[in-house]
């Protein structure tokens, strides 16, 4: 069959932020079961010609949870949303509605950049009047009643659509308002990117170019964009301050009120005398005290908790250049081979960017005792070492939290010399930048991958090198890395553009089973008690490395190759597993076994409404490593002009 076209104008930056984060949060609701998703093909006949959906996404307001029998019909008022699909999602393999197909996995790439509700009092749109005029058309039959339905409309707002859903679930009052806020934020702040973006990256763009070149970031997080300043820090509006150009500011606290992993003075010692001969005088530090670097907008946090703490002129300061975390830092002219980690009160998705005196503490432990031993090729995986940290001693972690630093490895600055372009793999799946080539994705653009020929082997090069780079750790030792695409870093040849291998940084979110650990390396894991990375068993470590590899970072990669819904980019992953994984390993059951319909899938809305964002909560998603595509008649793409 021909390719189906849609026709759908471009949207100005504040509807295409609204939709962002309207999409990531239903893509949340519906793969965490939080919401009844059913799916509803439209026939030929009553597609509309301008918009073209294939079908569509009936999302059920859970407040009325009806079950799946065709007596008890779906009202409007049991309707969340009406989403338009362009691509044929991920359906549950165990569902029973009655109504059409339940949806297991919806990913905001499947859907039509439109969302409706039934809204009282409201007036029908006319720019989709037709198109909410096929949608009802639709929805008629056994297990519908929509007579008397108030009109169907274009989605008002992401926060009224969360605050009807959060309502229904008798969220606390609070718990909702704080959780509306994050989306106002979110919103804020995409619809400036999306006004202001980026020069699109080239191929020659040193690394600190490509982790400042993100558009939108994370893509199914219903708070992707959300930067919300902890006070004291005063609000910071969109546009009115660079948070990847700042400053690094110093302060001075007593020896004995610090937590000091290894020889975290030795380290700071360059950005000491940089800052004193930038400043055309010295820096004095009072006897017994230490000096620990901070973020401009943490001096806030520092004035106002911790009392003991000498902070110095602003005359004292550095430039620094934020990497996409923004609290990880290159500081140009004062180091080469190191960065530096940061605490800042800043939410960003829904966790405070601060340090816990847990991940203070083990960086550089993990980083001296475990990651030598651990059973790596390092000739495609180099681990950024934490080499060393500080903390408060403040004896409430909260509080302890806001002032620490950790010195790490920056194999980035040095890249060049090696004859190595370093990118950060959430800047390949990025678009929408400014210049020439960006509406188009990076990965596709920089490495010409204008055929599926070329993109089947680009992919395939890259999922053979990633599961020999970071699943032995997990088949010997039982150490899942958080190899999300923040945290990874590909290395490619200057020259060629080929892929040799990854850079993985950052120890929050490791899942370490410690018996497998010991037993395969007698390293016993130092590590304060309650550390959120201690895996029960290693099973745990399996639902960590599947949530960060094959429901984040792969997932997302395959389908900007174009090469999910035809099955193709799964069964290169399925392949590769196979090569790595001996039959006989839990891993290969656990991943692998065609029984294995379901994967526990981390909860971003659920862990949310309970305040977590260290210890996850895991829902039964669709297990993409055996999604095979979808019938070649229902998976005609719909291209976007």
């Not at 007579?147 to 169907?152: R, T």
């Not at 219903?222 to 700042?246: C, E, Q, W």
Request: with cysteine; glycine share 6%; aromatic share 8%.
């Amino acid at each position: 069959m021909p390719e189906r076209t849609l026709k759908f104008p471009d949207l100005p930056p504040a509807q295409r932020a609204a939709f962002g984060t309207a999409a990531r949060l239903l893509s949340c609701l519906v793969t965490e079961s939080l919401v009844r998703a059913i799916y509803v093909e439209l026939s030929s006949g009553d597609r509309d010609n301008t918009f073209s959906a294939a079908a569509v996404c009936l999302l059920g307001d859970v407040s009325a949870r009806p079950p799946p029998d065709v007596a008890v019909p779906y009202k409007a008022s049991d309707i969340l949303a009406i989403v338009p699909l362009v691509h044929v999602p991920v359906f549950k393999h165990d569902g029973t509605d009655p109504r059409g197909r339940e949806i297991g996995l919806l990913d905001p790439m499947d859907m039509l950049p439109l969302v409706f509700e039934f809204t009282t009092g409201a007036s029908p749109a006319s720019d989709h009047a037709a198109l909410a005029k096929t949608l009802l058309k639709t929805i008629h039959g056994p297990g519908w009643d929509l007579s008397g339905a108030p009109p169907l409309v274009p989605l008002r707002s992401p926060l009224l659509l969360w605050e009807t859903f959060g309502r229904s679930m008798n969220i606390q009052d609070d718990v909702l308002k704080d959780i509306t806020a994050e989306f106002e934020s979110s919103v804020l702040w995409q619809q400036h990117s999306f006004e202001n973006p980026p020069l699109a990256p080239q191929f020659s763009d040193p690394s600190i170019v490509w982790e400042q070149s993100i558009v939108e970031g994370h893509p199914t997080h219903p708070m992707h964009k959300t930067r919300m300043f902890l006070p004291p820090i005063p609000d910071v509006i969109p546009g009115s301050y660079d948070l990847y150009n700042a400053k690094l500011r110093f302060v001075a606290v007593p020896r004995e009120n610090l937590k000091i992993t290894y020889d975290f003075e030795k380290y700071i010692a360059p950005l000491v005398a940089s800052a004193s001969a930038r400043a055309g005088k010295e820096l004095v530090v009072p006897e017994n005290f230490v000096v620990v670097p901070v973020h401009e907008l943490q001096v806030h946090h520092i004035q106002a908790k911790f009392p003991d703490a000498v902070i110095f002129s602003p005359d004292f300061f550095l430039p620094i250049l934020g990497q996409q975390s923004i609290r990880s830092v290159v500081v140009p002219n004062a180091y080469h081979e190191l960065s530096l980690k940061l605490g800042v009160g800043l939410k960003l998705t829904s966790a405070i960017r601060t340090i816990s005196p847990a991940s203070a503490y083990l960086g550089p432990r993990f980083s001296a005792q475990v990651v030598p031993a651990l059973t790596m090729d390092r000739t495609i995986i180099t681990v950024a070492r934490e080499l060393a940290s500080v903390v408060h001693a403040h004896p409430e972690g909260d509080t302890a939290k806001h002032c620490a630093a950790i010195i790490r490895e920056a194999y980035e600055n040095t890249s060049e010399e090696r004859g190595e372009r370093l990118i950060v793999c959430t800047a390949l799946v990025e678009k929408g930048h400014a210049g020439e080539g960006g509406h188009e994705y990076a990965v596709i653009r920089v490495f010409e991958l204008d055929t599926e020929e070329r993109r089947i082997a680009w992919l395939d090069k890259f999922v053979k090198l990633f599961f020999e780079a970071f699943l032995p750790p997990v088949l010997h030792n039982g150490v899942a890395f958080e190899c999300h695409p923040q945290n990874c870093v590909a290395r490619f040849d200057m020259t060629t553009k080929e892929l040799k291998g990854f850079i993985i940084r950052d120890f929050g979110g490791l899942r370490v089973h410690r018996e497998s650990l010991r037993a395969s390396t007698g390293v016993e894991l130092d590590f304060l008690e309650g550390h959120s990375i201690i895996a029960e068993d290693r099973d745990d470590v399996y639902a960590r490395m599947y949530h960060t590899v094959m429901h984040n970072h792969l997932q997302q990669l395959i389908r900007v190759l174009g090469l999910h819904y035809n099955g193709v980019g799964w069964e290169i992953v399925r392949r590769h597993l196979r090569e790595v994984i001996p039959r006989e390993h839990g891993l290969y059951t656990a991943w692998l076994a065609a029984e294995r319909k379901t994967f526990p899938g981390k909860c971003f809305m659920r862990m949310r409404f309970e305040g977590m964002y260290r210890f996850h909560l895991h829902a039964p998603f669709p297990n993409l490593i055996l999604y095979e595509g979808v019938d070649t008649e229902a998976a005609q793409s719909i291209r976007l002009l």
